[in-house]
């Protein structure tokens, strides 16, 4: 027994007790370790850092896939930016509408060790008949793809290093080409009250690149911070369209609403709170500091 800590923040940092390493590897990008946690069950870490554990996924997951699916009117292909740990895929899978998935994962020891150790995440959902995976860097397959999407969903790490390349404006515009007319982009953003300058830079090159940008809020209790901003862009403002196909642990079309809610504090591009079916747009707000986790 021993503990793990997680010291993204200078001054804001949270330890995890590992009851028992289950894996540990260097890979080519980055240290992978997975250990179990009396409370909250199997953990991801990638560089120190938490990505999952079987206690609170699910609310990250069923948010960060669900808040798109349901903001377009009928979604047949998908695209996962990261993700190796196959939550999302599981998410996806669910929909029967969706044709079409693809995974652009940089780190195929991610993947190898997720399928190994983390079947309770992925839950099978990387032997899809529709899923494709592609060991790849995000930024550069989006460079030389020529394929369409409904849906992309940036499941990415935080913005260091190697991840850094997947927050930038360069990397949304090329997202916003790949996109079809009605086509949603949605992307973890980070804790909304945490590292003021590097969301509001996110945020910045996320407007620059889309003309339609709103923001949602997820509680993630094992996230630093506790809260979890998703982004949603698109050619039009990001509203709900459809309810939820399935009933989920978290995610319903009253959450999604909900999620919306940030008021004006917390909304990181002026004038994006609007967008909820029968609600008016609200007011346009200056840019508050935010962190991207």
Not at 3 to 12: F, G, I, L
Not at 39 to 48: A, N, S, Y
Not at 226 to 247: M, S
Request: proline letters at 6%.
């Amino acid at each position: 027994m021993s503990w793990v800590r997680e010291a993204y923040y200078p001054s804001w940092q949270q330890s995890l007790r590992m009851d028992r390493e289950v894996f540990r590897q260097q890979s080519p990008h980055q240290e992978i370790l997975i250990f179990d946690n009396a409370d909250l069950g199997r953990v991801l870490m990638l560089d120190g850092l938490v990505q999952a554990t079987e206690r609170d996924e699910f609310i990250y997951h069923e948010s960060l896939v669900n808040l798109a699916w349901a903001s377009h009117p009928a979604a047949r292909r998908a695209l996962v930016i990261g993700g190796g740990d196959g939550g999302c895929l599981r998410e996806l899978v669910r929909h029967a509408d969706l044709e079409a998935i693809d995974l652009v994962e940089i780190d195929a020891a991610v993947i190898d060790a997720s399928r190994r150790h983390l079947p309770s995440i992925h839950r099978g959902a990387f032997d899809d008949r529709r899923v494709r995976t592609v060991i790849d860097d995000g930024a550069a397959f989006l460079e030389r793809s020529g394929e369409t999407y409904d849906l992309v969903l940036v499941d990415a790490p935080d913005p260091v290093g190697a991840g850094a390349a997947l927050f930038t404006e360069t990397f949304y515009r090329a997202c916003r080409r790949c996109l079809g007319a009605a086509g949603v982009l949605a992307a973890q953003f980070g804790n909304p009250l945490l590292d003021a300058a590097g969301q509001e830079r996110c945020a910045g090159r996320l407007a620059m690149a889309f003309p339609a940008v709103a923001f949602a809020l997820a509680p993630v209790a094992t996230y630093l911070g506790g809260a979890l901003a998703i982004a949603l862009a698109g050619e039009q403002p990001p509203v709900r369209r459809r309810d939820p196909a399935h009933a989920l642990r978290w995610y319903d079309a009253e959450r999604h609403d909900g999620m919306r809610l940030l008021g004006a504090a917390l909304d990181p591009v002026p004038g994006s709170i609007p967008s909820l079916p029968g609600r008016p747009a609200g007011p346009a707000h200056a840019l508050p500091a935010m962190q991207t986790h």
